[in-house]
């Protein structure tokens, strides 16, 4: 790998769509400081890409994520 490239840590997170731009910003803030710190490397050569997923793309157990948010709670309630 060449020099350039090595030092351009390349961080991507996916996550439920949903949350507001404060808290993205923060994640993007936060997640910098996490790769500059362990990596040693500047913060302008960090690069943080979010994916939001849409509820009814992402599922869990084979199920719909809502359908097995349901389930939990449901299980939860009988315990």
Do not use: C, F, W
């Not at 790998?1 to 910003?25: C, F, W, Y």
């Not at 302008?44 to 719909?64: C, K, M, N, Q, T």
Request: glycine share 6%.
């Amino acid at each position: 790998m060449a020099g350039k490239e090595k030092d351009m840590p390349i961080v991507r997170i996916t996550m439920l769509s949903g949350r507001d731009n404060d808290t993205k910003r923060l994640l993007l803030r936060n997640v910098t400081a996490a790769v500059t710190t362990t990596l040693k490397v500047a913060p302008d050569s960090v690069r943080v890409i979010l994916d939001e997923v849409p509820e009814e793309h992402y599922g869990v157990a084979g199920l719909p994520i809502r359908e097995h948010r349901s389930r939990q709670a449901q299980g939860a309630k009988r315990s």
